[in-house]
């Protein structure tokens, strides 16, 4: 489950698949309903689903955080060249201050009415109202330039990821699938 100094455990492993299918479900969702129509029957549906399935993100990057602050973390490979290191890191940097920022920007969205965020009917967030001038336009366009750059990023994460494996010939995608080098 945890992780060593050569390779990533299970839960690393699961909440970073986890969250980036979410991530790119949430982009997909996010886009489609922005073209939905006042009577189609997913306008409603669609952005309280994007809200809620946004609230378990919002969990899973805290548990992620912990997870990451808490146990030790897999060595680069000696393959890896400085600037490979510097730059993996700051890409992880980004992407998660850029996620939480998404979060962040998405509650101002959704609470500006002073509606608190119903999480799949289970509980809801509650709001902290409007907090500045036009709250719901501003937070919107930061929220959806942010997603850009979020997909962007971890597309070039992916494809860094992919050339290590075809290119490098090395395990850096290989321990993030679980692969135990023996």
């Known amino acids: ?62 548990v992620r955080v912990a997870s990451r602050w808490l146990q030790i973390q897999p060595e680069s490979l000696g393959s890896h060249t400085n600037v490979e290191r510097k730059a993996g890191h700051a890409v992880h940097i980004l992407l998660y201050i850029l996620l939480f920022f998404i979060m962040i920007s998405g509650y101002l969205i959704s609470t500006a009415d002073g509606r608190g965020i119903e999480v799949f009917g289970l509980f809801t967030i509650p709001s902290l109202g409007e907090l500045f001038t036009n709250q719901e336009d501003l937070a919107g366009l930061a929220h959806e330039y942010a997603a850009y750059i979020v997909v962007g990023a971890a597309l070039l994460h992916g494809l860094a990821a992919i050339k290590h494996h075809v290119i490098d010939k090395d395990n850096t995608l290989k321990r993030m699938l679980g692969h135990r080098q023996k």
Do not use: C, E, R
């Open 1 to 62: 489950m945890k992780n060593t100094t050569q390779h990533y455990g299970y839960l690393s492993i699961g909440l970073h698949w986890l969250i980036a299918l979410i991530v790119f479900g949430l982009f997909g969702l996010g886009d489609w309903m922005v073209g939905l129509g006042y009577y189609d029957p997913w306008y409603k549906t669609g952005p309280d689903l994007h809200k809620s399935i946004g609230i378990v993100l919002f969990i899973l990057m805290i």
